[in-house]
């Protein structure tokens, strides 16, 4: 097999619970259709706001926009930042330090999805 895994430890049904529960719990935080999306764009996009976000996550609507972003937010993913010093009130979004620890999954994923579509079109 050409893409094998080489183990440490022996998998035990513990540890099998373990590793099931931690990408539960990951798939559970970045997981749905929205939000590694959001999470991209704002790492590429630095500061942003709401619309230009919008604009630039194809699909999205504001309402489910401002719910993921909420949810995003509460788990240290995305900082809002308002600057109400100026007229009118503008509202950005940012990427924390904390979201950035997900570059290195999503570069992986990045990978993995083009190998994916490449076995695909080979496979018809």
């Not at 976000?53 to 999205?60: A, M, P, T, Y």
């Not at 993913?77 to 308002?82: C, E, L, Q, T």
């Not at 924390?96 to 079109?121: C, E, F, M, N």
Request: hydrophobic letters at 40%; glycine letters at 4%; one cysteine or more.
């Amino acid at each position: 097999m050409e893409n094998t895994i080489v183990l440490e430890e022996p998998i035990t049904a513990q540890r099998c619970s373990e590793n099931l529960s931690s990408v539960e719990d990951a798939i559970y935080v970045i997981g749905g259709k929205w939000k590694l999306k959001i999470i991209i764009v704002l790492q590429e996009s630095g500061n942003i706001r709401f619309n230009e976000l919008q604009r630039n996550i194809h699909g999205i609507s504001a309402r489910v926009l401002s719910n993921e972003l909420k949810d995003l937010e509460l788990n240290g993913f995305v900082k809002r930042v308002v600057h109400a010093d100026q007229t009118p009130v503008v509202v950005e979004y940012i990427s924390t330090d904390y979201s950035r620890t997900l570059k290195p999954v999503i570069i992986a994923l990045s990978q993995w999805g083009k190998t994916h579509k490449r076995k695909i079109k080979e496979d018809f």
